[in-house]
């Protein structure tokens, strides 16, 4: 016969492994209640617009070092400076096929770009383009070739946005001497249509 004692002992036992599965059942409750209204609480992202445009890129051709404007359709987002990323990443993409007069390795090419128009009085209207790092390691080293790249992208920008004057290069959020070895990226570039004429260094940049 079991002692009375241990009947005691043994239901008190019961009775608090009970107790504790309510209580861990209604902090999962609870948990997942609180959980629920900080997702419904959280703003949904807006969604970005897109629309086909008729826009105007500037293609590279390391055959005879020439720019060249070439019309084509292209879904780009409705911000200014989506819109400027995209079509530069739209560019940069052409130059990774395997047709490319301009072959560039594949892969992500630019973390952002920035349009600043609310500048001081006299300033420019800039664009600032800042390149992944991976984009510039894997470049070809030349001085053609780098400027190549540049002018092609200055052009596209300059078509697309004719308000604004001059462009600066940045890689990963850092200023650098050079693309690949070459070509500067130490100073802004003014933005002009670069199958016409290559752009010089703005006003700025050659001031002593």
């Given amino acids: 016969m079991i002692p009375r004692y241990q009947r005691v002992l043994f239901w008190i036992l019961v009775s608090c492994i009970l107790g504790m599965g309510a209580f861990l059942l209604r902090g999962c409750r609870e948990a997942q209640k609180r959980l629920t209204a900080l997702n419904d609480a959280t703003p949904l992202a ?3 617009t897109t629309a086909t445009e008729e826009v105007t890129l500037y293609v ?15 879904a780009l987002p409705q911000d200014p400076s989506l819109k400027a990323r995209s079509l530069v990443e739209n560019l940069l993409a052409q130059y990774s096929q395997p047709d490319s007069a301009h072959p560039l390795q594949s892969g992500p090419s630019v973390d952002d770009i920035f349009l600043l128009s609310d500048m001081p009085a006299g300033a420019k209207r800039t664009i600032l383009v800042n390149f992944r790092g991976s984009f ?3 470049h070809p080293s030349g001085i053609e070739v780098e400027q190549l790249t540049l002018n092609s992208i200055i052009g596209t920008l300059h078509a697309a946005f004719p308000d604004f004057k001059e462009v600066r290069f940045l890689i990963d959020g850092q200023s650098r001497p050079t693309l690949a070895g070459h070509a500067g990226l130490d100073h802004p570039y003014a933005l002009v249509d670069t199958s016409m004429h290559p752009p010089a260094p703005s006003e700025a940049a050659t001031q002593p």
Wanted: glycine share 4%.
């Fill in 46 to 48: 807006a969604p970005t």
């Fill in 60 to 74: 590279a051709s390391d055959a005879d070092g020439a720019i060249r404007p070439i019309r084509s359709q292209i």
């Fill in 136 to 138: 510039v390691d894997n």
